[in-house]
């Protein structure tokens, strides 16, 4: 089936430990992204990439970290400089300015 | 500065009436809107759209209205069943592909 897959589904982490959150899709899409969600808030862009070997800072990217080596793969690594991880994760894929397909999430918890 | 907001937290509306959830944007950039729905622990769904050289697109029990020179867009949902209950967000698109959420409105049917 083709769709969007982030692993693992939940995710501690001890303070000052850098943590890498998988995102992998397989519908062939070029455009993928990284969302935080906090409780009782919208989605806040951390990073995009609309191509392979390159990508963006969204709205919220200190402390966030990016690659983008292959089309169907786009890992987030949350740095220990990122002082508020705690956070609800969410990854996307679309064609360039359609709508976007999510994946399950990742809920990152700092122990 | 948010530039999408959705002003009312939540909503609750009868099984059969209509669910009628509001955005309003400031970016005059943004060339096309979306509507997502979510629910609890899980990734977001595509749910309808509208381009900005529309007014008005329609997909089953769902219609969603643009109004450009208000700033505003409008999800009409009739009618309104039970499993319609979850988190509704609303998203723009600029023609860079990059989309900015609103914080959500939580639609409650009650049977």
């Known amino acids: 089936d083709g769709g969007i897959t982030q692993s693992p589904k939940y995710l501690f982490r001890k303070e000052g430990q850098n943590v890498t959150l998988s995102c992998e899709q397989n519908l062939n899409h070029d455009a993928m992204y990284w969302y935080r969600q906090d409780p009782g808030q919208g989605l806040r862009l951390i990073y995009y990439s609309q191509i392979v070997n390159d990508f963006q800072k969204g709205d919220i990217a200190e402390g966030y970290s990016v690659s983008r080596e292959k089309k169907e793969s786009f890992p987030l690594t949350v740095t220990s400089a990122q002082k508020n991880p705690t956070a609800f994760y969410l990854c996307?894929?679309?064609?360039?300015?359609?709508?976007?397909?999510f994946g399950q999430g990742t809920r990152l918890t700092v122990v | 500065d948010q530039q999408v907001k959705q002003n009312s937290p939540s909503l609750s509306v009868q099984e059969g009436r209509i669910s009628i959830l509001n955005c309003d944007y400031t970016?005059?950039?943004?060339?096309?809107f979306l509507w997502y729905k979510k629910y609890p622990a899980e990734g977001p769904t595509f749910l309808i759209s509208?381009?900005?050289?529309?007014d008005k697109n329609e997909d089953g029990r769902f219609t969603v209205f643009l109004n450009k020179s208000a700033k505003h867009l409008s999800l009409h949902i009739v009618p309104s069943q039970p499993g319609d209950s979850a988190v509704y967000f609303c998203?723009?698109?600029?023609?860079?592909?990059?989309?900015?959420f609103g914080d959500g409105t939580t639609l409650t049917v009650k049977p």
């Open positions: 509208i381009s900005s050289i529309k």
């Open positions: 970016n005059s950039m943004f060339d096309y």
């Open positions: 996307a894929s679309s064609i360039v300015s359609s709508e976007a397909f």
């Open positions: 998203a723009a698109n600029t023609n860079a592909g990059k989309s900015t």
